[in-house]
C-alpha cells in the first residue's frame, strides 16, 4: 500500500480506504473495489438484516439490563458495519477470537441472538457450540484473546507442518472437516478495540505472529473511546502504523463502509492463506453509545458528540446506497423492521426464562475426569455455605 509522508508520523500513514462515503455514494478503487465487486445486492440486503438486527438486539438487552434482568450488557451500536462486513468476508473454516462487544461478528456468523446472553444473565459461560461456529467464547479480561488467537494461527501452520510430514490432515476448530465446504486454507481472526491496543498482549501477539509467520489476522476497530479516554491519548499515530514495526502490512478503513470494510477483510486473508504473514487492519468507526451499561458517557465526551458522529452512522449510509441504487425499497426496510421486532421477542423470553447454573457446575468442569483437587475445593465449597444460618 501507497505510504504518505506526514510531519508529525515520519513514517508514513497508511491511506485511509473508503469506498462508500457517508452519503451512500461510491468511489472505485484500484485496490479493492474488485473485492467490493463480489457483493451482490442480496449481500448488501443481508447485511443491511444482520446490522438491523445487531442493533435491535444490542437495544433490547440494554433494556432488559436496565430492568435489573442482566448483569451488565455491552452495547455496539454505531460498530455493526464493522463487524458484519468483515465476518462476511471470512471463510467458514476461519476461527474467529472475538471481545466482548461484537454481536454483528456472531450473528453473521449464525449464532442466534439467544446464544450470545448467557454469558450476560450470569445463566452461563458460553451459550453457543464454538466448534460448530468456529468462533471462541467472548473474552471479557482485555485483549487475551489476542495471545490466545496467535497461538492458535501458530498451531495451524504447525498442523500443516505435520500434514506435509504424514500425510494426514489435522482436523479440529477452526480447520474444517468436510472437503467439499472448507475450499479455503484456514485463518484466524481476532478481534480487538482500540483501548486494548495499549495491553502489552497485544505488542507480544503481534511479535509472536511476525516472527512465526502466523496466519492471523488482527482486527481492530477503532471506535475512538477506550473507555473514557479518547484516541489521542491513547496514541500519537493511527493503530494501523504500528504494522511497520513488527515488519507486516497495516491497513487503514473506514469502519462505518460495509464496502471497505469487506474488501480490505477479504485482501487481508488472502495475503495470510498465501503464507505472507499476518495483517492489522484498523477499522476506524464510533461508538455511538457508551463503553457498558455501567458507563455514563456524558461525564467524559463533549456535548456535541451526537451532531459529530450520528451523521456516521453505518446503517443509515448503507439504507442511501440500497435506495438511490434501486436494490431496496420502503418494502424491504419494512420486512426488516417485522424481522428484527420478531427475532428481539425471542430474546426477551429466553432471557427471562434462564436460570443461573449452580456453582457447583463449574467445579465439574475443571477436568475431563475426577480429580481429588476438585473434590477438595468441592468439599470446601459446602462446608464455607454451611456455615452461614438459614435465611
Known sequence: MSQ????TNPWGTPERIQLMN????????????????????????????????????????????????LALWVPSRGQEAAQVASARALAANDY????????GVLLERGITPEEITPLFRGSG??????????VHSYTLVLAAQVLHA??????????????????????????????????????????????????GDVHESMVFAASYNAPVLFFVQNNHWAISVPFSVQSRVPISTRAAGYGFEGLRVDGNDVL????????????????????LIEAETYRLGPHTTADDPTKYRPEDHGATYEPLDPMVRLEAYLRS???????????VTAYTKEQVKGVRSYVLASEPDTFETYLDRAYATPHQQVEDDRAFYRAYNDGFEED
Open 325 to 335: 441504487t434501486g436494490q431496496a425499497d420502503d418494502a424491504f426496510f419494512d420486512e
Open 96 to 103: 474467529i477470537f472475538p471481545s466482548y462487544r461484537d454481536h
Open 150 to 199: 496467535t497461538g492458535y494461527a501458530m498451531g495451524l501452520n504447525l498442523d500443516a507442518e505435520i500434514q506435509a510430514e504424514t500425510g494426514q490432515a489435522q482436523t479440529g476448530q477452526g480447520q474444517g472437516t468436510d472437503p467439499e465446504q472448507d475450499v479455503e486454507k484456514p485463518a484466524v481472526a481476532v478481534y480487538f478495540g482500540d483501548g486494548s491496543t495499549t495491553e
Open 22 to 69: 457517508e452519503a451512500g455514494e461510491t468511489t472505485p478503487h484500484t485496490s479493492f473495489s474488485a473485492y467490493a465487486d463480489e457483493l451482490t445486492g442480496e449481500d448488501l440486503k443481508d447485511m443491511y438484516r444482520t446490522m438491523a438486527l445487531t442493533r435491535r438486539f444490542c437495544d433490547e438487552m440494554t433494556s432488559l439490563q436496565r430492568q435489573g434482568q
Open 260 to 279: 471497505a470494510v469487506y474488501a480490505a477483510t477479504r485482501y487481508a486473508m488472502d495475503k495470510i492463506r498465501a503464507g505472507e504473514g499476518p495483517v
Open 4 to 7: 504518505t509522508q506526514n510531519p
Open 125 to 134: 459461560t458460553l451459550g453457543w457450540d464454538a466448534k460448530k461456529h468456529n
